[in-house]
């Protein structure tokens, strides 16, 4: 969720550490020197009454265009101005928000969507027209909207307002699971026309003060937002895209809120008296991408030696510093829709030989990229490489810049580590899995898996498209070289004097919601 921007003519910097919507990227190009700036004015709620929270930014080419929405600060800063139709709950399913309700017909190709009444910080009402023109532009690939592979599946042609809050979606083919599109990010709904954001108006519960790229953005309490006035008068989110930075200005005092913390810091924080941890479990999903669409990886038995030669146990205890949960090659552990039948795979060292002699790859060499884009990677890395000599395959690693790492290994490589945040499983593997998916990097390709996600996404009865799904993700665990090893925690920081915020899975609702905050 964040802010506006016409078109895209410009390439956005890729995400930060952990992305809104997946892999994220750390662009490391703020500096320590931009918190030093926080104090000054103090009009319209100023000291005790302003909020400070700081995140990893994206660097001069920033826009609070809200349907561009890589990074979590993107995400934060569009919670403040915009709103969407639905939110996440904890486990990814959808919760109303501008939308009163929403129903389909029999066939799933008919939505209906009925507005609340709200309005727009100019005093406009928020209505289907609005709806209509955001989708449309999100559903644009010139726009860039992370949503905008789910949005396509909408007929604009056919679909309409149908009174001033009520509008009716018709889509190409049945989905039963349309509904997550509403809480998506890069789905914020803003005024039917708007292709200029320098001074964005929306329908969130801050109002615009000022934004620089790459700098400081401050918001103003609303007092008209249809669910509550905030707390606080004004929310100023401040760049350090150093962890240390972050860390040190919450210490400090001139922040309340810090983004984004592991390993030494998480460690120094629990020590610490005067902050408190958000720690939401299992939020990321940490994985090696094997692509299948290309040699050595073409061939499923060196597929499967890599699952059976990693010692995931140990890839927790070390590389995450027993702060996560080992993973089943799976998306989603304990989100709605996530296969708990499944066994776990148990390191099989004499398996993985056995598959490597017989694909005639003893000795092969293989590099993995990877970067200091997440802190567990890199030592990850080099535990996998000792772990896979055992089974006769030699990992070397390539470092790649944080900056650049995500558009790198788009194209380049047969192995990269990735991670990818909370969301709602039948999205992820639409957009990271299916055939020919833009975002699918491991180029796995199989119609028994496209099939069965079809299947799914058009079955009414809930416990029949779980059952599809189900099927479609275990076979998807066994080709799809998408190896999820583990699912480590998310972890922000609060001073102790914040109160309202809880700890919640990034994307979700109660993630960065300050306009629940109330300090001292």
């Known amino acids: 969720m964040t802010r506006h921007a016409p078109t895209r003519a410009a ?24 918190l030093a700036g926080c104090g000054g004015d103090q009009k319209d709620g100023g000291g005790g009454d302003r909020f400070r929270a700081a995140f990893t930014a994206g660097g001069s080419q920033e826009t609070l265009d809200p349907h ?24 990814m399913s959808v919760r109303k928000r501008l939308a009163e309700s929403w129903e389909s017909d029999a066939s799933g190709t008919r939505w209906r969507i009925r507005l609340r009444k709200a309005e727009f910080h100019d005093g ?10 955001s989708y449309r532009r999100a559903a644009d690939p010139a726009t860039g909207s992370p949503s905008q592979v789910l949005l396509s599946a909408i007929d604009f042609d056919t679909s309409r307002a149908d009174g001033e809050r009520s509008v009716v979606f018709v889509l190409k083919a049945p989905n039963f699971e349309f509904p997550t599109v509403f809480a998506g990010p890069g789905t914020e709904i803003v005024p039917d026309g708007t292709t200029d954001f320098r001074e964005p108006v929306g329908s969130g519960p801050f109002t615009y003060v000022s934004f620089t790229p790459g700098g400081t953005a401050r918001y103003r309490r609303w007092a008209d937002h249809w669910d509550g006035a905030p707390h606080i008068a004004e929310l100023e989110i401040v760049p350090a895209n150093e962890e240390s930075a972050r860390l040190n200005a919450l210490l400090s005092g001139q922040v309340h809120y810090a983004a984004d913390m592991a390993g030494t810091s998480v460690e120094r924080l629990e020590k610490e008296g005067s902050t408190r941890l958000l720690t939401a479990k299992r939020a990321t999903a940490q ?8 040699k050595p990886f073409d061939d499923p038995r060196l597929v499967r030696a890599v ?43 004499d398996e993985a030989r056995r598959l490597v002699r017989q694909a005639g790859a003893e000795g092969l060499h293989i590099t993995v990229e990877t970067s200091s884009v997440d802190a567990a990677w890199e030592p ?3 535990l996998m490489a000792e772990q896979l000599r055992e089974a006769g395959l030699k990992l070397t690693v390539n470092t790649r810049a944080s900056s650049t790492y995500f558009s790198e290994i788009k194209t380049k490589g047969v192995a990269a580590f990735n991670t990818t945040s909370t969301l709602p499983v039948s999205d992820f593997l639409q957009q990271r899995v299916r055939g020919g998916a833009a975002r699918n990097q491991t180029q796995y390709a199989s119609k028994k898996f496209d099939e069965l996600l079809d299947r799914s996404r058009t079955t009414r009865d809930e416990a029949d498209r779980l059952a599809l799904l189900s099927r479609a993700q275990k076979t998807a665990r066994d080709e799809s070289g998408l190896l999820v090893w583990s699912f480590s925690d998310a972890n922000d920081a609060i001073a102790s004097s914040v109160r309202g915020l809880r700890a919640a899975p990034p994307n979700s609702h109660d993630w960065a919601r300050f306009d629940r905050v109330r300090v001292g």
């Open 287 to 294: 994985q090696l991408l094997l692509r299948t669409g290309r």
């Open 307 to 349: 699952q059976l030669g990693i010692d995931r146990d140990e890839l927790v205890r070390v590389a995450l510093a027993g702060h996560g949960e080992v993973g089943n090659d799976l998306f989603g552990l304990g989100l709605h829709g996530y296969p708990d039948d499944l066994a776990p795979w148990q390191r099989d060292v």
């Open 11 to 34: 390439q956005r910097p890729q995400p930060g550490r952990r992305e809104v919507l997946a892999a994220g990227g750390a662009l490391a190009l703020a500096t320590t020197g931009l």
């Open 68 to 91: 561009v929405a890589p990074n979590f600060v993107d995400q934060a800063r569009a919670k403040a101005l915009y709103d969407t139709l639905g939110t996440y709950a904890d486990d």
């Open 124 to 133: 406009k009402p928020v209505t289907a027209e609005d709806v209509l023109y």
């Open 380 to 382: 990850a890395a080099d």
